[in-house]
């Protein structure tokens, strides 16, 4: 449980990273309000939080991992998401962040592999 919780705290800060700099690269790069920008930033915090719960229910459901398993998993696979949202700072490279979402990913399927779980009747094939 323990692990969990620490997983958790991480993932309220990482998840902090995209928004922080967009709002900022909003502002400055793109000539956006700041009421603007800081609504668009706040609703991407939640909403990227929501995901990780969405997707660790869904893996919960699936696979019949514990809910505990299934939100470290997901946080695990969402790390390298908020790593590569260093590049939201710069606005024309954003696209870049579709390779943490590749590596993501990668990730997801190493793990679900290692913990001996039927990939197939995760992935719609």
């Given at each position: 449980m323990k692990k969990c919780k620490n997983l958790?705290?991480?993932?309220?800060f990482l998840n902090a990273i995209?928004?922080?700099l967009s709002f900022f690269s909003l502002t400055t790069q793109s000539g956006y309000s700041e009421s603007r920008?800081?609504?668009?930033?706040?609703?991407t915090y939640l909403l990227d939080l929501l995901?990780?719960?969405?997707?660790?229910?869904?893996?919960n459901?699936?696979?019949n991992l514990s809910l505990e398993k299934a939100i470290q998993i997901s946080i695990i696979v969402y790390i390298s998401l908020w790593l590569f949202?260093?590049?939201?700072?710069?606005?024309?490279?954003?696209?870049l962040s579709n390779l943490g979402l590749?590596?993501?990913?990668?990730?997801?399927?190493?793990?679900?592999?290692?913990l001996g779980l039927e990939i197939n009747s995760f992935f719609i094939c």
């Amino acid at each position: 449980m323990k692990k969990c919780k620490n997983l958790c705290i991480l993932a309220l800060f990482l998840n902090a990273i995209g928004p922080t700099l967009s709002f900022f690269s909003l502002t400055t790069q793109s000539g956006y309000s700041e009421s603007r920008a800081l609504f668009y930033s706040v609703a991407t915090y939640l909403l990227d939080l929501l995901s990780i719960a969405v997707f660790a229910i869904v893996l919960n459901k699936m696979e019949n991992l514990s809910l505990e398993k299934a939100i470290q998993i997901s946080i695990i696979v969402y790390i390298s998401l908020w790593l590569f949202d260093v590049v939201d700072l710069f606005q024309p490279l954003r696209p870049l962040s579709n390779l943490g979402l590749i590596f993501s990913l990668w990730l997801l399927y190493r793990k679900l592999k290692t913990l001996g779980l039927e990939i197939n009747s995760f992935f719609i094939c």
